[in-house]
Protein backbone atom coordinates (compact mmCIF):
# COMPACT_ATOMS: atom_id res chain seq x y z
CA UNK A 1 0.00 0.00 0.00
CA UNK A 2 1.28 3.53 -0.95
CA UNK A 3 0.25 6.38 0.98
CA UNK A 4 0.95 9.90 0.37
CA UNK A 5 0.74 13.13 2.30
CA UNK A 6 1.08 16.21 0.94
CA UNK A 7 2.00 19.64 3.30
CA UNK A 8 3.02 23.27 2.60
CA UNK A 9 -0.09 24.68 1.18
CA UNK A 10 -1.37 27.73 2.62
CA UNK A 11 -2.29 31.79 2.05
CA UNK A 12 0.33 33.70 -0.51
CA UNK A 13 -0.17 37.33 -1.92
CA UNK A 14 0.38 37.65 -5.82
CA UNK A 15 3.86 37.52 -6.64
CA UNK A 16 4.92 35.01 -3.61
CA UNK A 17 6.25 31.25 -3.15
CA UNK A 18 5.58 28.36 -1.83
CA UNK A 19 7.13 25.10 -1.76
CA UNK A 20 4.50 21.91 -1.46
CA UNK A 21 5.53 18.52 -0.27
CA UNK A 22 4.76 15.15 -0.91
CA UNK A 23 6.22 11.98 1.78
CA UNK A 24 5.63 9.01 -0.36
CA UNK A 25 5.63 5.53 2.23
CA UNK A 26 6.66 2.25 0.55
CA UNK A 27 9.94 1.10 -0.41
CA UNK A 28 9.37 1.59 -4.44
CA UNK A 29 9.37 5.02 -4.50
CA UNK A 30 12.37 5.69 -6.46
CA UNK A 31 10.95 3.68 -9.08
CA UNK A 32 8.06 5.67 -10.17
CA UNK A 33 7.70 8.69 -11.36
CA UNK A 34 5.97 11.58 -9.24
CA UNK A 35 2.90 14.28 -9.80
CA UNK A 36 1.22 17.15 -9.37
CA UNK A 37 -1.73 18.06 -10.22
CA UNK A 38 -4.97 20.35 -9.20
CA UNK A 39 -7.90 20.94 -8.74
CA UNK A 40 -9.56 24.56 -8.70
CA UNK A 41 -13.18 25.57 -7.71
CA UNK A 42 -16.35 24.40 -10.42
CA UNK A 43 -13.34 23.04 -12.35
CA UNK A 44 -11.74 19.56 -12.94
CA UNK A 45 -8.78 18.21 -11.73
CA UNK A 46 -5.81 19.33 -14.30
CA UNK A 47 -2.03 18.06 -14.53
CA UNK A 48 0.61 20.42 -13.56
CA UNK A 49 4.23 18.69 -13.27
CA UNK A 50 5.67 15.20 -13.52
CA UNK A 51 9.32 14.43 -12.85
CA UNK A 52 10.77 10.94 -14.12
CA UNK A 53 12.38 8.32 -11.63
CA UNK A 54 14.98 7.94 -13.17
CA UNK A 55 16.85 10.91 -14.45
CA UNK A 56 14.98 13.65 -13.06
CA UNK A 57 13.54 15.11 -16.19
CA UNK A 58 10.76 16.92 -16.16
CA UNK A 59 7.71 18.16 -17.79
CA UNK A 60 5.07 20.94 -16.88
CA UNK A 61 1.54 22.07 -18.22
CA UNK A 62 2.26 25.37 -20.26
CA UNK A 63 0.58 27.74 -17.52
CA UNK A 64 3.26 27.38 -14.62
CA UNK A 65 6.06 26.93 -17.14
CA UNK A 66 8.92 29.25 -16.09
CA UNK A 67 7.39 29.50 -12.93
CA UNK A 68 7.09 26.11 -11.17
CA UNK A 69 9.81 23.46 -10.71
CA UNK A 70 9.37 20.06 -9.39
CA UNK A 71 12.39 18.12 -7.70
CA UNK A 72 12.55 14.57 -5.98
CA UNK A 73 14.71 13.62 -2.83
CA UNK A 74 14.44 9.93 -2.78
CA UNK A 75 16.70 9.02 -0.50
CA UNK A 76 13.53 11.32 1.91
CA UNK A 77 10.83 9.43 -0.77
CA UNK A 78 9.83 13.40 -0.95
CA UNK A 79 8.89 15.04 -4.19
CA UNK A 80 8.71 18.65 -4.30
CA UNK A 81 6.64 21.37 -6.42
CA UNK A 82 8.62 24.76 -6.01
CA UNK A 83 5.95 27.39 -6.71
CA UNK A 84 7.21 31.03 -7.45
CA UNK A 85 5.70 34.37 -8.66
CA UNK A 86 1.97 32.66 -8.13
CA UNK A 87 -0.76 34.33 -9.52
CA UNK A 88 -4.65 34.00 -8.35
CA UNK A 89 -5.55 31.55 -11.25
CA UNK A 90 -3.19 28.90 -9.19
CA UNK A 91 -5.98 28.64 -6.49
CA UNK A 92 -6.52 25.46 -5.83
CA UNK A 93 -6.01 22.11 -3.99
CA UNK A 94 -3.02 20.37 -5.23
CA UNK A 95 -2.57 16.70 -5.09
CA UNK A 96 0.59 15.06 -5.50
CA UNK A 97 0.59 11.03 -7.16
CA UNK A 98 2.19 8.43 -8.43
CA UNK A 99 2.30 8.25 -11.89
CA UNK A 100 2.43 5.15 -14.10
CA UNK A 101 2.66 6.59 -17.04
CA UNK A 102 5.24 9.68 -17.41
CA UNK A 103 4.13 10.28 -21.06
CA UNK A 104 0.65 10.35 -20.11
CA UNK A 105 0.63 11.21 -16.44
CA UNK A 106 -1.94 8.29 -15.49
CA UNK A 107 -2.18 8.01 -11.35
CA UNK A 108 -2.79 5.43 -9.35
CA UNK A 109 -2.22 6.68 -5.72
CA UNK A 110 -2.88 10.42 -4.66
CA UNK A 111 -2.76 11.69 -1.78
CA UNK A 112 -5.32 13.93 0.20
CA UNK A 113 -4.77 17.42 -1.14
CA UNK A 114 -3.45 20.38 0.06
CA UNK A 115 -5.26 23.94 -0.68
CA UNK A 116 -3.02 26.96 -1.86
CA UNK A 117 -4.92 30.10 -2.14
CA UNK A 118 -3.39 32.85 -3.56
CA UNK A 119 -4.85 36.85 -3.42
CA UNK A 120 -4.52 39.44 -5.71
Known amino acids: QVQLVESGGGLVQAGGALRLSCAASGRTFSIYAMGWFRQAPGKEREFVAVIHWGDGSAYYTNSVKGRFTIFRDNAKNTVYLQMNSLIPEDTAVYYC?????????????WGQGTQVTVSS
Open 97 to 109: ARVINYYTHEADY
